[in-house]
């Protein structure tokens, strides 16, 4: 199966166990298969580099350069 190119967010937003919010986070990466929050740096590994981007608690939606 191909890759989406994207990073789909699931969020339980009412803490009941069962994700409510589906959102597009991030698009226009290549192959992604990694993810690592460290303080307010999102890192992500697509298959031909390890990008990082700007992450606030909360956020929903990343846009992409």
Request: hydrophobic fraction near 40%; glycine fraction near 10%.
């Amino acid at each position: 199966m191909p890759s989406a190119n994207r990073i789909t967010l699931l969020r339980d937003s009412d803490g009941d166990g069962i994700a409510d919010v589906r959102t597009m986070f991030l698009d226009g990466l290549h192959s992604p298969f990694g993810m690592a929050l460290v303080g307010n740096d999102l890192y992500v590994a697509n298959t031909d580099a390890v990008l990082r981007f700007p992450y606030q608690t909360g956020d929903t939606h990343i846009a992409t350069r």
